[in-house]
């Protein structure tokens, strides 16, 4: 009966250092775990704020995308509407009756008298303004002028284009700022 004995107590201290080990590669893998789960959970928040901020600058982009885009959109119609006053305020110009065009050409020579005395005054071809009614000696009709004059010195060495397209376009240019802040605020 002793060898059961020493069986018994040989088993009992196995069971326990088995035992024993078992607590220290439960522990062990108990730190490893926390340590991998420390690691995991600081890469995961290291990914989370680097999304966040990825996420916010695509949102920014996007935004600002947008933005330019609406005041493209926004500048385009302003041109537009720009555009359309501009030729609807010439065609008002060139839609006036003979008698208001020799009114306002006779104006026109008057102004520029003291650059060009006595010109030759080009008229748009098939209109009916004489000579005598602009008080100037000579008037004549050219193709290529739709509404106003072109005024020439005797020689023809000096021109002075008041057709009104390019009086509109010079005032245009020169005041576009102002129409724009007139028009749109």
Do not use: C, H
Not at 7 to 27: G, T, V
Request: charged share 30%.
């Amino acid at each position: 009966m002793a060898l059961d004995d020493v069986k018994l107590e040989i088993e009992k201290s196995a069971q326990q250092k088995a035992a024993a080990i078992r607590a220290e590669a439960d522990a062990e893998v108990a730190a490893i775990a926390a340590q991998a789960d420390k690691e995991i959970s600081a890469m995961k928040e290291r990914e989370d704020k680097r999304l966040a901020e990825s996420v916010l600058r695509l949102k920014r982009q996007e935004v600002s995308s947008a933005e330019l885009e609406s005041k493209k959109i926004v500048l385009a119609k302003k041109k537009e509407i720009l555009s359309r006053a501009f030729d609807e305020t010439l065609a008002d110009l060139e839609a006036a009756s003979d008698k208001e065009k020799a009114e306002v050409y006779r104006k026109m020579i008057a102004s520029a008298a003291s650059v060009i005395e006595n010109p030759t005054v080009y008229v748009p071809a098939g209109s009916s303004v004489s000579a005598a009614d602009l008080g100037v000696s000579k008037v004549v009709p050219r193709e290529g002028i739709v509404s106003g004059i072109i005024l020439e010195n005797a020689d023809g060495t000096l021109q002075i284009d008041m057709q009104y397209r390019t009086i509109l376009q010079t005032i245009w240019d020169r005041e576009l700022k102002s129409l724009s802040d007139i028009l749109f605020g």
